[in-house]
């Protein structure tokens, strides 16, 4: 089997990691006003450098930061673009699992001003990565456009600011455009899009919630796929971008259910990414059939490997789903990663740092097996 020499590798892994009891500690008491902005970040620098160091000792080619430095994989960035501010009111997701329902709490963003891009967005965090870095490409994680507007919709676009939304999308994707070249030039290679909405806009509740709001529901994703294109238009040659869907993940709970049966035809002929990172570690992701719809040169990334229960999977079984995988795209076409990140919040999934470190183990020792 060819041997991937450009991302994303045939062991790969979404992005955050569990946050050090250290890191959790010096953040608690820099919310509460007893440790320095200098002193959290050498906090946070002493923890990347660890955590960089220690994905490159297990073997993956491609290291993250584990988004030490936010609170959550998407707001943080979010809140940075100019003209968009956070709401008076909260925003209330409900997430679920086997034993009941939860609630991930943010304020509700608010678009008050042309949306804009007011300065390079975790430019200093990629820099560190990238200064931190030995044997691993730096892999940098944000949020896809369509996150700005997958929550709050219309209501959240003041429309005196936008009296028509045309405006609104052409400003979200110049902004992110401008944001994929500065980065380039900074020298990030490896770029990932998270963008939940592709995989939630899967579940009949996820549409019927956007259709009562007054959203096209049947089509939206068909919008946010030409939003993400135009922000990727003009992307530096050198870089690798990917996009990972996700049904939702908060403390092991998830938002949605369904297979990538609605989005796939679409998503995987039109969206112009090099790669996708797709969840598929359980029957809530559906079955493979939706990967027929994968076109020559674009790389599916199979997220296999649980993040929400701490019981490690076996190899065994993890060779017999790539090998089903194969009957709709080809082993090639294939790599092994775990299916979302551990931590997408900084409270983290309900699993142990031994945990994390056995099934990244797992990832980088099932994929030497199979891809050679």
């Known amino acids: 089997m060819t041997p991937r020499s450009t991302p994303p590798f045939r062991a790969d892994h979404v992005g955050s990691l569990l946050r050090p009891s250290e890191l959790l500690e010096a953040r608690q008491k820099f919310a509460a006003g007893t440790l320095s902005a200098e002193a959290l970040k050498e906090v946070e620098d002493a923890a990347i450098r660890r955590v960089v160091e220690l994905q490159e000792e297990i073997g993956f080619r491609a290291a993250t930061d584990g988004e030490f430095r936010r609170t959550s994989w998407h707001m943080d960035f979010i809140y940075q673009l100019g003209g968009i501010t956070k709401g008076d009111e909260d925003l209330k997701v409900a997430f679920k699992d086997a034993s009941g329902t939860t609630f991930f709490t943010s304020a509700a963003l608010q678009v008050k001003g042309k949306v804009r891009l007011d300065h390079t967005i975790f430019a200093d965090a990629f820099t560190f990565l990238q200064s931190v870095t030995t044997s691993a490409v730096p892999k940098l994680t944000i949020p896809s456009p369509s996150m700005v507007h997958y929550r709050g919709g219309a209501a959240a676009i003041d429309p005196a600011v936008y009296p028509d939304v045309e405006e609104f999308w052409a400003d979200l994707s110049a902004a992110y455009a401008e944001e994929i070249r500065r980065l380039g030039e900074l020298g990030c290679t490896y770029l990932q899009l998270d963008d939940t909405s592709l995989a939630y ?118 060779k017999r789903r790539i090998d089903e995988a194969s009957g709709f795209v080809p082993l090639d076409q294939l790599c092994l990663s775990p299916q979302c990140g551990f931590s997408s919040t900084v409270e983290g999934n309900r699993v142990t740092l031994d945990d994390e470190i056995a099934k990244l183990r797992l990832v980088v020792e099932t994929a030497a097996e199979v891809w050679g």
């Not at 690798?240 to 609605?262: K, M, P």
């Not at 199979?302 to 190899?315: I, M």
Request: with cysteine.
């Open 201 to 318: 806009l899967n579940d009949p509740a996820q549409r019927e919630m956007l259709a009562q709001r007054g959203d096209d529901a049947e089509h939206q994703h068909l919008r946010y796929i030409r939003q993400l294109n135009s922000a990727l238009a003009t992307k530096p040659p050198t870089m690798t971008v990917t996009t990972h869907s996700c049904r939702g993940n908060f403390q092991s709970h998830w938002a949605a259910e369904g297979g990538y049966d609605f989005v796939a035809e679409a998503l995987f002929n039109e969206l112009d990414v090099d790669g996708f990172f797709l969840e598929y570690d359980d029957a809530r992701s559906g079955d493979f059939k939706p990967l027929r719809f994968v076109p020559k040169g674009k790389v599916v990334v199979l997220g296999l490997v649980t993040t929400k229960r701490g019981k490690l999977e076996s190899k065994d079984e993890l």
